[in-house]
């Protein structure tokens, strides 16, 4: 069993930056494809970004590309999410989720675990 959280969120003003990181613990982390979804007020969860197991490619969703990085370190069990130039409509609950699928199966929507953190909130002002 996987186990995941994440910190780092809060509140920032538009235009700002934040690094949100999500620490694993449990085995074979870097077996796992790693994820962001965030879930904004009254809306459904969607994936932001996504990276394969040894950290070479990635997966950004339109509204983020350019903007996000997402980075992971197999040595630290962690996963990271650089987020620059934020806009108030990254405001969302972003969570971090691991499966053992590969990267084009993961972004496609197809997925056979379930691990998630429980969340941290971003808040960006306008």
């Known amino acids: 069993q996987l186990q995941l959280e994440e910190s780092g969120g809060g509140l920032v003003q538009a235009g700002g930056s934040l690094r949100l990181s999500c620490a694993a613990s449990?085995?074979?982390?870097?077996?796992?494809?790693l994820g962001w979804f965030r879930q904004p007020p009254e809306r459904a969860r969607e994936l932001v970004a996504a990276?394969?197991?040894?950290?070479?490619?990635?997966y950004y969703a339109g509204p983020v590309k350019g903007r996000f990085t997402v980075s992971r370190d197999n040595a630290k069990n962690t996963l990271y999410l650089q987020m620059n130039s934020l806009k108030p409509e990254d405001t969302a609950v972003y969570y971090c989720?691991?499966?053992?699928?590969?990267?084009?199966?993961?972004?496609?929507?197809?997925?056979?675990?379930?691990?998630w953190g429980q969340g941290t909130l971003v808040t960006v002002a306008s």
């Open positions: 449990g085995p074979s982390f870097n077996t796992y494809t």
């Open positions: 989720n691991a499966d053992s699928v590969g990267l084009t199966s993961y972004y496609n929507g197809t997925f056979l675990d379930d691990y």
């Open positions: 990276i394969n197991v040894n950290g070479e490619a990635t």
